[in-house]
């Protein structure tokens, strides 16, 4: 069982930072697949950044590339996303979460965190 926890969310001008933390309970945290997910009010839940076990392999979705970066500390059960260079876009509920497999589809992910809110101004 794992239990996640966001933090860092708020209110940013477009073209601010944000960096998103999520803690993690739980023994087996580096053996789980950390991803970001967010869901924007009328929208479906998407994916937008992945990282393996180790921290060593990231994948984005083309609509952040270059603009956010995932990274975790495994002694710390911490996931991070830091988000540059943000747009009204972006504005979105943000969501953590765990899962056995490498992919972007929300529906293989196991756990999940509460949400954090961003809003980007323009």
């Known amino acids: 069982q794992v239990q996640l926890v966001e933090s860092g969310g708020g209110l940013v001008q477009a073209g601010g930072s944000l960096r998103l933390s999520c803690a993690a309970s739980?023994?087996?945290?580096?053996?789980?697949?950390l991803g970001w997910f967010r869901q924007a009010p009328g929208k479906e839940r998407e994916f937008v950044a992945r990282?393996?076990?180790?921290?060593?392999?990231?994948t984005y979705a083309d609509s952040v590339k270059g603009r956010f970066t995932i990274s975790r500390d495994n002694a710390k059960n911490t996931v991070y996303l830091q988000m540059n260079s943000l747009k009204s876009e972006d504005t979105a509920v943000y969501y953590c979460?765990?899962?056995?497999?490498?992919?972007?589809?929300?529906?293989?992910?196991?756990?999940w965190g509460q949400g954090t809110q961003v809003t980007v101004s323009s």
């Open positions: 990282v393996s076990g180790s921290g060593a392999v990231t």
């Open positions: 739980g023994r087996t945290f580096r053996s789980y697949v």
């Open positions: 979460s765990a899962g056995g497999t490498s992919s972007s589809n929300r529906n293989l992910y196991d756990y």
